[in-house]
């Protein structure tokens, strides 16, 4: 590992562009915080709540801080003392085929960053949110979380990257078999979420027949939005915050709302909310996304199997070899600031269509009136920052 290494260079300048990115977005944002809202926001805060908001706000954002300062420096702690080599020797000696190893190696590296990240989310749910009145969630939910998590992780994550590991070992075009794998597996995964896995955390319920009930099938059908279930979600078991989303594609499409949202929305502005949901599904903002994320992956896997060809790749992090597992691991530390980068541009679009999703539901419920009302009770409730720094937007 030598300052004249390319990709010592790279990865070193990348980590540290990003971290003062982050910061420096950060700060910024907290000096607009107490800006003056323009006439169309006037009604948003209250003096009093604007201080609740302020508080709010810079509570998040020491926890972040902390959090993305501590990461930082294990980090550089771990790099700098060889910890990604003796890592790989001490997963190597126990006389596994390569596969094996290196699906040993990113289950350690993900246990280790599980456990880094714990105390900080501790410190938010049971913190920061409890403290401004937000969190529901108990420590048996919250620890059940935590389990049912780690459980998904090596029951649906470890078996995906022993493949792509696979692939990496006994195949020229392994980048190309990795990539058309991932995609098939994330559309599966589309696909059987809203039935098996959102289950294992959330409880949904039928929304029982009724006026709301009525108006959301009435308006799937006006805009010939084909819904399998309307289900109502007890958010509320892990915070006040109010929340609506689709899940799924086909007939297996559910409608789903926080039982929260039932609580502080009129009929008017849960419709207007779906019908921006539903935007996005007839403007074909979906498909636009999908596309972007396939085109994304594929960029990532071409220049994933260009660094695991690079002994000076691996030699960066102090690594012997080219071993395929710890390549993986590693490569993330070089890929974080470039897809920093091309984010920047998916973020752009993903603006661009919200404001076209909004203009949607205007039209479909007669007007803007039940939507602003709506996202200005949502950003109420959620204490949201009203005017975040340009920087931090873009980012």
């Not at 098939?184 to 696909?191: D, N, P």
């Not at 752009?348 to 419920?365: I, M, T, W």
């Amino acid at each position: 590992m030598t300052v004249s290494n390319p990709w010592f260079l790279a990865a070193l300048l990348g980590v540290l562009v990003v971290f003062h990115l982050e910061w420096l977005a950060a700060l910024l944002n907290s000096a607009r915080i107490g800006k003056a809202l323009p006439p169309v926001l006037a009604d948003l805060y209250t003096d009093e709540k604007r201080g609740q908001l302020r508080e709010y706000f810079l509570d998040k954002q020491r926890v972040g801080l902390t959090q993305s300062f501590t990461s930082l420096a294990l980090l550089l702690g771990v790099w700098w003392i060889g910890g990604f080599g003796w890592l790989q020797g001490a997963c190597a000696s126990l006389g596994h085929g390569p596969v094996l190893t290196g699906v040993i190696v990113i289950t350690a590296v993900m246990l280790a960053l599980t456990l880094a990240g714990l105390p900080f989310e501790i410190w938010h749910t049971f913190g920061v949110e409890q403290k401004h009145g937000f969190n529901k969630t108990t420590p048996r939910t919250f620890v059940s979380d935590q389990l049912k998590g780690l459980l998904l992780l090596a029951l649906l994550g470890l078996p995906a990257a022993a493949l792509v590991l696979w692939f990496f070992e006994t195949r020229s075009l392994a980048a190309l078999y990795a990539w058309i794998f991932l995609a098939a597996f994330s559309l599966l995964m589309t696909w059987l979420s809203p039935r098996l896995i959102m289950p294992l955390f959330l409880k949904f319920r039928p929304l029982e027949e009724g006026a709301l009930r009525a108006g959301i099938l009435a308006l799937a059908e006006k805009l010939h939005f084909p819904v399998g279930e309307v289900s109502i979600v007890d958010g509320s078991r892990r915070s006040t915050k109010a929340n609506a989303f689709f899940a799924g594609f086909g007939k297996t499409r559910r409608i789903a709302l926080f039982d929260t949202l039932l609580e502080n929305h009129t009929q008017e502005e849960i419709l207007a909310v779906l019908a921006h949901e539903i935007g996005h599904s007839r403007l074909r903002h979906v498909p636009k996304h999908l596309a972007l994320a396939l085109a994304e992956m594929g960029v990532i896997f071409a220049l994933l199997g260009w660094a695991l060809r690079s002994p000076d790749f691996f030699a960066a992090f102090g690594v012997a070899g080219t071993p395929v597992g710890m390549g993986l691991v590693l490569f993330g530390l070089i890929y974080k600031p470039l897809g920093l980068l091309i984010g920047i541009g998916g973020l752009a679009l993903s603006r661009r269509h919200e404001f076209e999703a909004d203009a949607f539901a205007a039209r479909a419920v007669g007007g803007p009136e039940p939507l602003l009302s709506g996202l200005k009770k949502l950003a109420t409730d959620h204490l949201a920052h009203p005017q975040p720094h340009p920087l931090a937007v873009c980012l």
